[in-house]
């Protein structure tokens, strides 16, 4: 009996380019068991299609170990590793356009899987009866594929995928064409079709609604898992053996290190950083942060340099960077994935530290500071917003907002009002009192935002904040990154592949040239 039917371990892939070197995997890692679902998220270029390709065996590793129900298919040959998956892989791809041969009647793509593997007639009209009865499309199955709707299109193809009965179903953007309405109706038959037959699937997608149908969540993030969340995992608050659940998100955009002192209110716990001096007898209340309050900080990187392991070797991301951020403007980190902006973020913010070089806040280096210290930089200056941000879905807009300022030490009045100010900024009042979960993905990405613009004081640090929105949504957020810098004093530093948000950049910064 197979544990595992899927098991990555330090798998790296690298692509040639004509610029370089470009790794699309960094020591991804990952598990899957039987009759489980696995939804992978992540923004454009987080190696989440080249993830799918590796498991498939359309791709092979540069390095690690691919494991797929039980065979090394990192080392095998092409054809080996086409046979595993022609027996017992499923794919179903994202453009629903080109999904289903255009010639053939929707019930015929059904059943071609079935007729290629030499499966008889009379059991090829029962097995794709089931399938288009599963899928509540018994009414369409004679149109051919221009007659359908791109929800219909990509259910048929769904059905075709899993016709053979695979024992591994993999989905690359399933919903990334369709509207609401035909990316709900998929969503809802992976869910069927992998609890009637056992399937073990992996979906990749931008689309955090995916995550509902999941037994298991995984944020990738520069083709490394960044994040994992069990289904249901956000409401877990006390643990089987009586420890408190708080997500590092929250913890980091808090400024909580590794100690915390806990109270109990009569509206639940409340959690303050605890601080390394003593603790003054009283905490004074703070009024809404006006523009005098900060000063916009000042950023300066001096011969950085930050690598990773890749097998036996190490590679930098980072090798001898400096720069000097310009105090009170937007700064825009560009390059291609992997050249290492979001590690450069993370530096400046103080959530990794540089293998050597130094890095300068406010003209005081950051290695003079540890981790405590660190968090405490953040809790009073910085505002930050990383590509996955995960605002809590069962809080409300506003409460997302207002925990973390509780936190940072605001009284409960100032707070909301911090909260109601930035969420007006990102046009968000109307939704202010509902729960995260009911929002789409962009609005939560814009509740993520105002979250790092209300708590920021000097530093806005944002990474990738347009990815989830839309055209007209990104503009604005690109155009009130830099009124936070003009008007509010903030020195932004924004790592982003959008040109709306590289126009309104005062300054570039690009990495990997």
């Known amino acids: 009996m197979i544990d595992r039917v899927v098991e990555l371990r330090e798998v790296f892939c690298v692509h040639r380019t004509n610029e370089g070197d470009a ?45 797929v129900l039980g065979w090394d298919v990192g080392r095998m040959g092409a054809r080996a590793r086409a046979r595993v998956r022609h027996q017992h892989v499923g794919l179903l791809g994202q453009h629903a356009e080109t999904a289903l041969p255009p010639a053939l009647a929707a019930r015929d793509a059904v059943a071609l899987p079935l007729a290629l593997r030499g499966v008889q007639r009379r059991a090829r009209r029962a097995r794709v009866d089931e399938l288009l009865e599963a899928a509540e499309l018994e009414q369409r199955a004679d149109a051919l594929p221009s007659e359908l709707s791109g929800g219909e299109r990509q259910r048929f193809a769904l059905c075709a995928a899993v016709a053979h009965r695979p024992a591994l179903l993999l989905a690359d953007e399933p919903t990334g064409e369709l509207d609401d309405r035909g990316a709900q109706s998929v969503r809802a038959l992976i869910a069927e079709l992998a609890h009637r037959h056992g399937t073990s699937v992996i979906i990749v997608s931008h689309d955090s609604a995916i995550s509902a149908i999941a037994d298991r969540t995984l944020h990738m993030r520069d083709g490394r898992v960044a994040q994992e969340r069990r289904h249901g995992a956000k409401a877990l608050v006390i643990g089987r053996d009586g420890w408190l659940q708080v997500p590092s998100a929250l913890l980091t955009e808090a400024g909580i290190s590794r ?27 703070r ?114 907002i207002v925990l973390v300022l509780r936190v940072r030490g605001w009284d409960a009045v100032a707070a909301r009002e911090r909260a109601a100010v930035a969420l007006s900024r990102v046009g968000l009042t109307a939704r202010a009192e509902q729960r995260v979960e009911r929002l789409s993905a962009g609005e939560a990405q814009r509740v993520a935002l105002a979250r790092a613009l209300a708590s920021a004081r000097g530093l806005l640090i944002v990474d990738e904040p347009t990815s989830r929105l839309d055209e007209s949504h990104a503009a604005a957020a690109a155009e009130l990154l830099a009124t936070a810098a003009r008007e509010d004093g903030q020195t932004v530093i924004c790592a982003t592949h959008d040109p709306a948000v590289v126009a309104r950049a005062t300054h570039r910064l690009a990495l990997g040239q």
């Open 23 to 67: 790794a699309a995997l960094q020591g991804a890692q990952l598990e899957l068991a039987e009759r489980e679902v696995l939804c992978v998220l992540g923004p454009s270029g987080a190696g989440k299609s080249t993830l799918l390709r590796v498991i498939a065996g359309i791709q092979t590793p540069s390095a690690g170990v691919v494991s």
């Open 259 to 285: 100690r915390a002192h806990v109270r109990l209110t009569p509206g639940g716990l409340m959690l303050t950083p605890a601080r390394t001096g003593p603790e003054p007898a009283t905490q004074p209340s």
């Open 287 to 400: 009024e809404p942060a006006t523009r005098e309050h900060w000063s916009p900080a000042r950023v300066e990187l001096r011969s950085l340099t930050r690598g990773y392991r890749q097998g036996r070797s190490r590679r930098r991301v980072l090798d001898g960077l400096g720069h000097a951020f310009p105090p009170g403007a937007v700064t825009v980190v560009t390059g291609r994935s992997g050249t290492g902006k979001t590690t450069l973020l993370r530096l400046i913010a103080g959530l990794d530290r540089p293998d050597s070089g130094q890095l300068r806040i406010d003209d005081r280096p950051l290695d003079e500071r540890d981790d405590e210290q660190l968090a405490e930089l953040r809790r009073e200056r910085v505002g930050y917003l990383p590509q996955e941000p995960a605002p809590v879905g069962f809080l409300t807009v506003t409460e997302n």
